[in-house]
């Protein structure tokens, strides 16, 4: 599976950003998508995580009340809206996918994005 993610840009702080996955070829409602970020040299880290069916999400701590992970099957994609956005969320997002239901660590996903800039101006 291919995926493709977009939607990054430079925001202020205190701005909005959504960004997209979607894959190339494949029906996306048999896979779990992760969204995660890595800064400048820092390691990766999860931020969001939805099941096949949308019907349950998690998030990581610092995220909370402010990131919204949702999934429209019927379009094909994932989205992670980003609200109240802090220059602490500066990096780049990757989105991965994998048939299981549900996972929050990087080495349990197969497919990855190329990722999507996301700079947060103060």
């Known amino acids: 599976v291919q995926l493709q993610a977009s939607g990054g840009g430079l925001v202020q702080t205190g701005g909005s950003l959504r960004l997209s996955c979607a894959p190339s070829?494949?029906?996306?409602?048999?896979?779990?998508v992760g969204w995660f970020r890595q800064a400048p040299g820092k390691e990766r880290e999860f931020v969001a995580a939805?099941?096949?069916?949308?019907?349950?999400?998690t998030y990581t701590n610092s995220v909370k009340g402010r990131f919204t992970i949702s999934r429209d099957n019927a379009k094909n994609t994932v989205y992670l809206q980003m609200n109240s956005l802090k220059p602490e969320d500066t990096a780049v997002y990757y989105c991965?996918?994998?048939?299981?239901?549900?996972?929050?660590?990087?080495?349990?996903?197969?497919?990855w994005g190329q990722g999507t800039q996301v700079t947060v101006s103060s």
């Open positions: 991965a996918a994998d048939r299981f239901e549900i996972g929050t660590t990087s080495d349990v996903y197969s497919y």
């Open positions: 939805i099941t096949r069916s949308g019907d349950s999400t």
């Open positions: 070829g494949r029906t996306f409602d048999r896979y779990a």
